[in-house]
């Protein structure tokens, strides 16, 4: 496949740095910049390369003169005037007009990805143009992307948050692109100077023809002085270490409740229930200072505070701040933070990201570092005691283990995890039989929880009721009984129906209703109840039906598996 190379910009911002030399030829480490892009290109079987140039372009040439590589083929696009990234790409047509596909990229980005990999995805989908994306903390200066399940990019928006203050976290093109032939279709009448960000793409994503690339890596611009002191330091080996991880979100079969002080304590709880394979993620970069930046990207937020140390509860990130506090955490750092699901949707969301962010200050710890029972507890500790927000320990210690478990919980730390080790097709069967439906957005559950706290006592009878099927759905899972398990799930929604007065609605009952009438054996309010999510276990085959008639009524269902990793942190 041949490639395009941009190396047309005059890198006016950078010229206090380099002020001699085009861009891509900036120093690093006794190579250009540009050298770093062709071993790139070149290990990944790239060979045919069109360099398409304005300022300086001897100099490039003359560098490129020098490469004693046989099997490379250099070809050259010299532009008498600027003609945008639009107008070399037009210019350079006459090399790439008899290709199906072919590879652009930006002579001043560089974007280590598997470029074997972004093929396999554009060939795949045979769009007319695929972006190599990347996740970035500040889309301020970038152009905004953002894409639908199927990767289908829906909007693109230049510079969209170009005025405001603070930065915001999203997704935004790393400069790699896969083009079908069909682009030249939508460069028809145009003339140079015209850019491709801003004239063309917007285009093709409107005609639908533009698909987004997701990659776990981060593009590097040497655009700045400063993009260009960090993409030094990443070619180099010398950039920071960032630490990264996710922690699973779950889906609850019984007991839900009774694992609540003081019942747990008093008469002890259990709660069965699994992780999926829906996650929030974050990643920890430490700073210099002690400044802290968290940035939000379900919320589309950013948080600055001057000082690691003088952190107040306002309102905002109070969570993040309980754990700062309880860990003694005294360096500055940027923490970036996303999940798969909205907030308050009873899948244990906050339970979740507690667990992961004392997870990725953990994963840092060297002399000592906590376990997973420790883990789990200071984040239950974290969001009861300091945030006063009542509710059970079993979110924090599912997403912690992962997989299937049945907890027993007899008051304080004391919590036993009983993994359930299912056989393989007990599992599948199982995920074939689960449907997880969302019914809409619920209020906080501490909310919830302080609105029923004076009805616990008087219904520590119902609270034993459901800690007894909790034990009896146990015992049938462990016996292959989907069947009896699916009537037990059931059995215990009428009982927290009496109990979690407000955690039903008219709205969530013709939902159960229509879902028993099409074939579920039973179903229940994951979480605190009010909204949220819905999960049925469905009789044999009856899944799609259920399914149908639940969207219908303007529920969503989850696609999801089962995990078995918990919490994960990785450098």
Same mark, same amino acid.
């Given at each position: 496949?041949?490639?395009?190379?941009?190396?047309? @910009?005059?890198?006016?911002?950078?010229?206090?740095?380099?002020?001699?030399?085009?861009?891509?030829?900036?120093?690093?480490?006794?190579?250009?910049?540009?050298?770093?892009?062709?071993?790139?290109?070149?290990?990944? &079987?790239?060979?045919?390369?069109?360099?398409?140039?304005?300022?300086? !372009?001897?100099?490039?040439?003359?560098?490129?003169?020098?490469?004693?590589?046989?099997?490379?083929?250099?070809?050259?696009?010299?532009?008498?005037?600027?003609?945008?990234?639009?107008?070399?790409? +037009?210019?350079?047509?006459?090399?790439?007009?008899?290709?199906?596909?072919?590879?652009?990229?930006?002579?001043?980005?560089?974007?280590?990805?598997?470029?074997?990999?972004?093929?396999?995805?554009?060939?795949?989908?045979?769009?007319?143009?695929?972006?190599?994306?990347?996740?970035?903390?500040?889309?301020?200066?970038?152009?905004?992307?953002?894409?639908?399940?199927?990767?289908?990019? %829906?909007?693109?928006?230049?510079?969209?948050?170009?005025?405001?203050?603070?930065?915001?976290? $999203?997704?935004?093109? @790393?400069?790699?692109?896969?083009?079908?032939? $069909?682009?030249?279709?939508?460069?028809?009448?145009?003339?140079?100077?015209?850019?491709?960000?801003?004239?063309?793409?917007?285009?093709?994503?409107?005609?639908?023809?533009?698909?987004?690339?997701?990659?776990?890596?981060?593009?590097?611009?040497?655009?700045?002085?400063?993009?260009?002191?960090?993409?030094?330091?990443?070619?180099?080996?010398?950039?920071?270490?960032?630490?990264?991880?996710?922690?699973? +979100?779950?889906? #609850?079969? $019984?007991?839900?409740?009774?694992?609540?002080?003081?019942?747990?304590?008093?008469?002890?709880?259990?709660?069965?229930?699994?992780?999926?394979?829906?996650?929030?993620?974050?990643?920890?970069?430490?700073?210099?200072?002690?400044?802290?930046?968290?940035?939000?990207?379900?919320?589309?937020?950013?948080?600055?505070?001057?000082?690691?140390?003088?952190?107040?509860?306002?309102?905002?990130?109070?969570?993040?701040?309980?754990?700062?506090?309880?860990?003694?955490?005294?360096?500055?750092?940027?923490?970036?933070?996303?999940?798969?699901?909205?907030?308050?949707?009873?899948?244990?969301?906050?339970?979740? +990201?507690?667990?992961?962010?004392?997870?990725?200050?953990?994963?840092?710890?060297?002399?000592?570092?906590?376990?997973?029972?420790?883990?789990?507890?200071?984040?239950?500790?974290?969001?009861?005691?300091?945030?006063?927000?009542?509710?059970?320990?079993?979110?924090?210690? !599912?997403?912690?283990?992962? &997989?299937?478990?049945?907890?027993?919980?007899?008051?304080?730390?004391?919590?036993?995890?009983?993994?359930?080790?299912?056989?393989?097709?007990?599992?599948?069967?199982?995920? %074939?039989?689960?449907?997880?439906?969302?019914?809409?957005?619920?209020?906080?559950?501490?909310?919830?929880? %302080?609105?029923?706290?004076?009805?616990?006592?008087?219904?520590?009878?119902?609270?034993?009721?459901?800690?007894?099927?909790?034990?009896?759905?146990?015992?049938?899972?462990?016996?292959?009984?989907?069947?009896?398990?699916?009537?037990?799930?059931?059995?215990?929604?009428?009982?927290?129906?009496?109990?979690?007065?407000?955690?039903?609605?008219?709205?969530?009952?013709?939902?159960?209703?229509?879902?028993?009438?099409?074939?579920?054996?039973?179903?229940?309010?994951? @979480? #605190? &109840?009010?909204?949220?999510?819905?999960?049925?276990?469905?009789?044999?085959?009856?899944?799609?039906?259920?399914?149908?008639? +639940?969207?219908?009524?303007? !529920?969503?269902?989850?696609?999801?598996?089962?995990?078995?990793?918990?919490?994960?942190?990785?450098?």
């Amino acid at each position: 496949m041949k490639v395009v190379v941009l190396c047309g @910009g005059l890198g006016t911002r950078l010229s206090s740095v380099i002020s001699d030399k085009p861009k891509p030829l900036a120093p690093i480490a006794g190579k250009s910049f540009l050298d770093y892009v062709i071993d790139w290109l070149v290990s990944s &079987g790239h060979k045919d390369i069109i360099l398409s140039m304005y300022h300086k !372009a001897d100099q490039i040439k003359s560098h490129l003169g020098k490469d004693k590589r046989a099997d490379v083929t250099y070809r050259f696009v010299v532009e008498d005037k600027p003609m945008g990234t639009g107008g070399a790409l +037009l210019k350079a047509r006459e090399f790439i007009a008899h290709d199906e596909d072919f590879l652009l990229v930006n002579g001043d980005t560089f974007f280590n990805i598997n470029l074997n990999a972004f093929y396999l995805f554009h060939k795949a989908r045979k769009p007319i143009l695929s972006i190599a994306l990347s996740n970035v903390l500040d889309v301020r200066r970038y152009s905004c992307i953002e894409i639908d399940k199927n990767f289908k990019i %829906k909007s693109y928006a230049e510079k969209l948050y170009g005025d405001r203050e603070d930065p915001v976290a $999203g997704l935004v093109s @790393g400069g790699v692109y896969l083009i079908n032939k $069909g682009i030249f279709e939508f460069l028809k009448g145009k003339r140079a100077p015209f850019s491709l960000e801003a004239d063309i793409i917007p285009k093709v994503v409107k005609a639908g023809k533009a698909r987004g690339y997701l990659s776990d890596k981060t593009h590097y611009d040497i655009g700045t002085p400063s993009g260009y002191r960090k993409t030094a330091a990443y070619l180099k080996g010398e950039n920071d270490i960032v630490i990264k991880g996710r922690a699973p +979100l779950r889906v #609850a079969f $019984g007991g839900g409740g009774s694992d609540v002080p003081p019942f747990d304590k008093k008469i002890g709880g259990l709660v069965l229930n699994a992780t999926i394979n829906r996650y929030v993620y974050g990643s920890l970069t430490v700073r210099e200072d002690r400044k802290v930046r968290i940035i939000s990207s379900d919320y589309k937020k950013t948080y600055l505070y001057d000082d690691v140390t003088n952190l107040f509860f306002d309102g905002e990130m109070d969570l993040i701040k309980a754990i700062i506090k309880r860990m003694d955490i005294n360096y500055g750092f940027e923490l970036y933070l996303r999940s798969d699901v909205p907030p308050n949707s009873g899948l244990g969301s906050s339970a979740s +990201l507690s667990v992961l962010v004392i997870g990725l200050f953990n994963h840092l710890s060297v002399e000592r570092k906590l376990n997973k029972h420790e883990i789990a507890e200071l984040a239950f500790i974290s969001e009861t005691e300091d945030l006063k927000n009542p509710g059970g320990r079993q979110d924090q210690y !599912a997403s912690v283990f992962g &997989g299937l478990n049945f907890f027993e919980f007899k008051g304080n730390d004391f919590v036993k995890v009983n993994p359930l080790n299912l056989d393989k097709e007990t599992v599948m069967e199982l995920e %074939k039989s689960i449907l997880i439906v969302y019914v809409g957005k619920r209020e906080a559950s501490g909310n919830i929880h %302080k609105s029923m706290s004076l009805k616990v006592s008087e219904k520590v009878a119902y609270l034993s009721e459901i800690k007894n099927l909790c034990h009896e759905s146990y015992i049938a899972l462990l016996n292959k009984d989907l069947l009896s398990l699916g009537n037990l799930i059931g059995e215990a929604w009428n009982i927290k129906k009496r109990f979690y007065e407000g955690g039903m609605s008219d709205y969530i009952d013709a939902l159960y209703s229509e879902a028993i009438k099409n074939g579920a054996l039973g179903g229940r309010v994951l @979480g #605190a &109840g009010g909204g949220g999510h819905m999960v049925f276990l469905c009789s044999p085959n009856s899944e799609s039906r259920v399914a149908e008639a +639940l969207e219908s009524m303007g !529920a969503r269902v989850l696609d999801f598996s089962f995990e078995f990793d918990g919490l994960q942190t990785w450098e």
